[in-house]
């Protein structure tokens, strides 16, 4: 069985910063792309930043350029460095990625982690 747990989630005032984390664990075999997405109360959930290897990133617009996005690969970890934090990067922030166990291949989820963003 395939677990991601994620931590790291928070308060933090406008312009702070905040470093999340989330590993893969259990029975793994190979870890492919790993990511972020977020979703605020009311809205769909969108895309942050994916790591389709440790050299291949992607990120949102509304987030390039203040977050950063890394991995770990012998921990089957990635990394979401937060900085210059506004009150509409509140959210819940769930990790995702694309895992293959012995006998499968499939995405999965995190349990989400709250960051909001308040003075």
């Known amino acids: 069985q395939v677990q991601l747990v994620e931590s790291g989630g928070g308060l933090v005032q406008p312009g702070g910063s905040l470093r999340l984390s989330c590993a893969a664990v259990?029975?793994?075999?190979?870890?492919?792309?790993m990511g972020w997405y977020r979703q605020a109360p009311g809205k769909q959930r969108e895309l942050v930043a994916i790591?389709?290897?440790?050299?291949?990133?992607t990120y949102s617009d509304s987030v390039k350029g203040r977050f950063t996005i890394s991995r770990d690969n012998a921990k089957n970890t990635v990394y979401l460095q937060m900085n210059s934090l506004k009150p509409e990067d509140t959210a819940v922030y769930y990790c995702k990625s694309t895992i293959a166990t012995i006998t499968t291949v499939g995405d999965y989820w995190g349990q989400g982690t709250q960051v909001t963003v308040s003075s």
């Open positions: 790591s389709a290897s440790s050299v291949s990133t």
């Open positions: 259990g029975s793994t075999f190979s870890v492919y792309a």
